[in-house]
């Protein structure tokens, strides 16, 4: 299915970290999950991160980018967040955050040079970002 959205926006914003894998669910209590009636789950064996909820899975991020393009007519794309929580990371030794990045912005690469996918931009989710968190910069 293809969306016809002629002149209503001008560009996508992508906030993206991880993926789940979704199924045909069914209703239930309100909730996140049974209000959509489906079921999600990640795989046992993608790599964990700091945050429970996030798995390391970059191929997603591609699969991703070309649904958005095949769905919404490859519009202008910018990813305005994506990152990783380290386990590990001692100081600035944060192995496993290089690894991430390294992997998804290569995932990204592949979407853009050999799909064709649209991104124009691409911010890494910092330190920074996480102030909000606790009442913004105060």
Known sequence: MKFECSGSWDFLGLNHYTTEMVSAGTAGAPGWEKDQETNIWQDESWP????????????????????????????????????????????????GRVSYYTQYINEMLKAVTIDKCNVVSYTAWSLMDNFEWARGYS
């Open 48 to 95: 964990s991160s700091a945050s429970g909820w996030l798995k390391v899975v970059p191929w997603g991020f591609r699969n991703l980018l070309n649904w958005i393009n095949k769905t919404y007519g490859n519009p202008i794309l910018y990813v305005t967040e994506n990152g990783f929580s380290d386990l590990e990371s001692v100081g600035v030794d944060d192995v």
